[in-house]
């Protein structure tokens, strides 16, 4: 359920003006909302038409139906209200669960927390990680909200990466060659002036032993873009065997998702989070040399 006090300039508005302005309910979300959720004011049941007053206690219901199988495991909430959920994701989880996979990923987890909470709310994830990557990933509790951010997930979303690389990489750079999927391959990409664009920033932030510690952002989101542009200047990720080579006594690619900084969509404030180095990688930043 989602609730709004209406403030002195909102006094006046139909409902219909009001959830436009303040809470970016577009057409189509009205529409579902009228159809399978409840819209009340002070309590009462509401139309678009009704005309909200200074004072006034707005909520609205989505019903939605998640087909998801709960699963009990661990879920670590970096940030969470009425309209998101942000959690930081452990490597060798999906976010979505697959056929042959089902009950192990991101969605079956969080469908277990929204049953403990009873919330009636589907899974609705804003971006994506790889399963071997770590981090931060942000989660809509209402399907708007994901259309709005997703949108934006490029421009008002600003994502950076902390990643693993091999070699010593200069102190910065920006790569922007198109990305494409590789001819033969459902998963693999490549670089190709036939892709799409695809740009990248990196910061070194340490280079020891053969190894560098870089920091990205992301101004595009193809899939494996990081992976895909490291490789193909000389720096693939550690741990990352389609794009470089296996790395002994670490499994996954050296990627976490390790800040997010974005306008929230109905307060309008700066939300910033922020996810450490996980363990295994600064464990192999310290005590491992190539």
Request: hydrophobic share 35%; proline share 5%; with cysteine.
């Amino acid at each position: 359920m989602l609730t709004f006090h209406i403030h002195s300039e909102d006094d006046g508005l139909d409902l219909k003006q009001y959830l436009r302005r303040r809470a970016a309910v577009s057409l189509t979300a009205w529409r579902k909302l009228k159809q399978t959720g409840t819209v009340t004011v002070n309590g009462e049941p509401a139309t678009a038409r009704t005309i909200l007053h200074t004072g006034d206690t707005l909520h609205l219901v989505w019903h939605e139906d998640n087909h998801l199988t709960p699963t009990a495991r661990p879920l670590r909430i970096l940030y969470e209200d009425e309209f998101l959920l942000i959690i930081d994701k452990p490597a060798g989880v999906l976010v979505h669960p697959t056929v042959s996979e089902d009950g192990t990923s991101v969605g079956n987890i969080v469908t277990h927390y929204y049953n403990q909470k009873n919330l009636p709310i589907a899974f609705h994830p804003i971006h994506r990680l790889d399963r071997g990557t770590s981090g931060i990933l942000a989660i809509a509790k209402v399907a708007h909200i994901q259309q709005i951010l997703s949108a934006e997930n490029h421009q008002q979303m600003k994502r950076s990466y902390l990643a693993l690389v091999h070699g010593t990489t200069k102190p910065h750079g920006s790569i922007t060659t198109p990305i494409a999927r590789k001819e033969g391959s459902i998963i693999e990409r490549t670089i190709s002036p036939d892709g799409q664009d695809a740009h990248t920033d990196y910061e070194t932030l340490l280079s020891r032993d053969g190894m560098s510690l870089v920091r990205l952002t992301l101004h595009t989101g193809r899939t494996h873009q990081i992976r895909v542009h490291m490789a193909s200047i000389g720096h693939p990720l550690i741990g990352d065997d389609l794009y470089g080579s296996p790395y002994q006594d670490f499994s996954r690619q050296a990627l976490h998702s390790a800040q997010l900084t974005f306008i929230h969509p109905i307060t309008k404030q700066e939300i910033r989070i922020q996810s450490p180095l996980p363990t295994d990688m600064t464990r192999l930043l310290m005590c491992y040399t190539i």
